[in-house]
Structures are given as C-alpha cells and as structure tokens.
C-alpha cells in the first residue's frame, strides 16, 4: 500500500501540535495506533507512518509491547542521539530535500552488509543509491541495502522518491534503533564528481545498520555527507554524582 506524502505529514503534523499543546505530557503513554487512527479516519499504516515521522524527530518514543511515550525533552535539531532520516535532516535545516542520480537492483552483499543481514557474502540484495540535495545543492551521497523479501529491486525507484524508513514502516518493519559509526574522510573520484565537489572536500561518512524492535537489520546504509552543509548536536549527560 502506497501512503501520500501529504497524508502523512498532515497527521504527524497534527500529533505534533497536539503534544506541543501539552495534551500528551512527557513520559505520558500516547492512545494506540488503532484509536489514534479510528479517531482520525484514517488507516492504522498511515497513522503508524506519522508516528514514525514525529520518532525521527524525538518527540515520542515507541516501546514494543508497552506502546508510544511523549519523550521528556524536547528534540534537538540533528541531535545525533536521534536516528532521523537525510530527508528529515535536510528539512530541519530549512532547506527543500530533494533527489538525483537514483540507482538501484540487486547487487552482492559487500562483507559488513552480508554480516548485518546473516547472509553470505555475494549474495543478492536490494540495493538503492542516491544523491540527496537541499535547495538543489548535493549534500549527500547515500547507499542502501535492504533484503530482497523486505524491499523488491522493482520497488526501489519510487522509494528513492521519499524516506527508505517510511517504506519500511508501511511494510511492518519500522526501524526501532541504529548503531551508526561516523568517520571523517576525503571525496575521492567518484564520490565527489556525484556530489559536484573538487576531489578531497571533507566528509562525514556515517555507516548505519537499522533494526525493528526484534532486533532483526532491515536496512544498512552508508552516507557521505559534505562537511558544511550541517551541524549536528549530541545530548551529553552526567557527570553528576560519580567525581564528588
């Protein structure tokens, strides 16, 4: 089922300003997918689509078996803590997410993807590249790897449109957590003629595999972000009571 961009913003819209609003206090238990979806007569892969929109941007917290929580501290922007989509990241920083140079098929498992999914390696997997641009400047060239049975290659050109993790989400796999692994580095040939940049602009290159709440990696992903097109933020807590 394909769920329209606008429905979806429209109610995460309306979840948001409803918690802004201070209906849902923090640490509050918000009313469950079905309810929230019956009582805005939509369908509960929409709602739960939304919901996932306003987890990538920190303002709920979902717990399997327990159900979604106003988070306790308001969302900072690009808190590193956060696993956001480039489209959300983009957006928050006040610029126009958009897409070029789509590619996508099946290609073998690289090591590190074939590890993340219990495959060997070489075999076939779904695989997505793109270059992601705010305000029509190429900010990030970005690799997806999904498993065939989760994301079909015939899938993927119009996925590339949008959020991978909104696709997911509406195929009953909504990525729970990442671990992630941020390393500088150099554009080299290829990387920097995609991203229209001289050979050696400085880079982030950040490294993801994401899980559903069981646990299982629905979706590796490595991203070349150019160094000054963001800043990014990270909550840092402590020390507190453990250097008195």
């Not at 979806?8 to 923090?26: M, V």
């Not at 238990?29 to 929109?53: F, Y």
């Not at 076939?124 to 690799?143: K, M």
């Amino acid at each position: 089922m394909t769920i329209t961009r606008s429905l979806r913003h429209s109610l995460a819209q309306e979840l948001r300003a409803r918690i802004r609003s201070g209906e849902w206090g923090p640490g509050e238990r918000m009313p469950s997918e079905p309810e929230l979806a019956r009582l805005s007569t939509v369908s509960r892969s929409s709602m739960r689509s939304a919901i996932a929109m306003l987890e990538e941007e920190g303002y709920v917290q979902r717990r399997r078996g327990s159900g979604t929580y106003v988070t306790h501290r308001p969302a900072l922007p690009n808190d590193l803590g956060r696993n956001f989509g480039v489209s959300s990241l983009i957006a928050s920083s006040g610029a126009r997410p958009g897409t070029v140079e789509q590619r996508s098929g099946v290609v073998g498992a690289p090591p590190a993807v074939a590890d993340a999914f219990g495959l060997a390696e070489g075999d076939p997997v779904s695989w997505l590249g793109r270059v992601r641009t705010a305000n029509g400047r190429r900010v990030v060239e970005a690799t997806d790897w999904c498993r065939i049975e989760h994301l079909a290659p015939e899938e993927l050109p119009e996925i590339s449109k949008g959020s991978i993790y909104d696709a997911l989400a509406a195929r009953g796999m909504a990525v729970d957590h990442g671990v992630a692994r941020l390393t500088p580095g150099n554009a080299d040939g290829e990387i920097a003629r995609r991203l229209g940049v001289p050979t050696g602009t400085l880079l982030l290159t950040i490294d993801q595999v994401d899980r559903t709440a069981d646990g299982v990696a629905v979706l590796v992903s490595r991203e070349h972000h150019l160094a000054d097109a963001f800043a990014f933020t990270l909550l840092r807590r402590g020390p507190g009571e453990e250097e008195r």
